[in-house]
């Protein structure tokens, strides 16, 4: 699944090919991918992209017309975009087509169909349940805001440090990749209760944190499977893992065998003797 570096890495190369452009029409090939907000389906041509951003792993189209609204694109599994030249017939999985002024056509993709579209008011995004209770963004609030903002919210619960940083209430964007590197990079072990992390583990996870989504960021994330920016290109982090994807390999740090195990029902690697 599309993760922090993968959807801002999304939402910068679809701006840059659609940002104030003016959508013609629109083609809904598989209905069901709008999951609410159909009946605004028609307030969207002569509108103009005002903007593309992220916020967690969600990408936000602001279309301002007649009317302002927000599509709330959610990638799940294997969600993609792609614009394409005037004509090209949709594909056998492409779920809704926004022509754009000139010919291109905006494709958004998606294989295994858990991805999903939203049509909204700019003032009913803050009414979506899911938006409401997202937590904060890494990359956004200070590392020791974050690291308050974490110590806050594990304070008395049971879960793994892992599960912890998997719940988008707690902080936003992070998925099985980013927690597996960042809780390497910083020593903690993935099974640890996350309310016996002291003040200088979270500081450290934080920093952990920050610097992998950096460094993914600038890499255009990391291609696994599906994952594609906007023009196609697959990102090159996926070269840099130091724990994620490498079971029974050797640790990079100590060149001990790195475990495998299930945590919160993902597949987690890490390493025994370097992360306590
Ligand atoms: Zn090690």
Redesign the pocket.
């Known amino acids: 699944m599309p993760e922090l570096p993968e959807v801002e890495t999304i939402v910068r190369t679809l701006k840059e090919q659609i940002l104030g452009r003016r959508i013609d029409s629109l083609e809904v090939p598989k209905p069901e991918a709008v999951q609410a907000g159909a009946d605004l389906l028609p307030a969207l041509p002569g509108s103009k992209v005002a903007d593309v951003r992220r916020r967690a792993k969600l990408l936000l189209m602001r279309l301002s017309g007649k009317e302002d609204l927000i599509l709330a694109f959610h990638l799940k599994m294997t969600g993609r975009f792609f614009v394409h030249p005037e004509n090209t017939p949709a594909m056998k999985h492409t779920r809704l087509i926004l022509n754009i002024d000139g010919g291109d056509r905006l494709f958004f993709d998606d294989m295994r169909t858990f991805g999903y579209c939203r049509i909204m008011r700019p003032a009913d995004l803050a009414d979506w349940p899911f938006y409401a209770t997202l937590g904060p963004e890494p990359l956004e609030l200070a590392p020791e805001e974050l690291a308050a903002s974490l110590q806050g919210a594990f304070q008395g619960r049971k879960i793994s440090i892992k599960a912890a940083l998997l719940d988008q209430r707690n902080v936003a964007g992070i998925g099985n990749i980013y927690a597996d590197e960042a809780l390497f990079r910083a020593r903690i072990a993935p099974q640890r209760p996350a309310s016996s992390l002291n003040p200088a583990d979270l500081r450290a996870l934080v920093c952990a944190l920050r610097e992998i989504l950096l460094r993914s960021i600038a890499e255009c994330g990391s291609s696994i499977r599906d994952y594609r920016d906007a023009f196609g290109r697959a990102g090159a982090f996926q070269n840099s893992f130091s724990v994620y994807g490498r079971g029974g390999q050797n640790?990079l740090?100590?060149g001990?065998a790195l475990k495998s195990v299930r945590i919160a029902g993902r597949g987690t690697v890490y390493?025994r003797?370097?992360q306590k």
Do not use: Y
Request: net charge neutral.
């Open positions: 640790c740090s100590c001990n390493c003797h370097c």
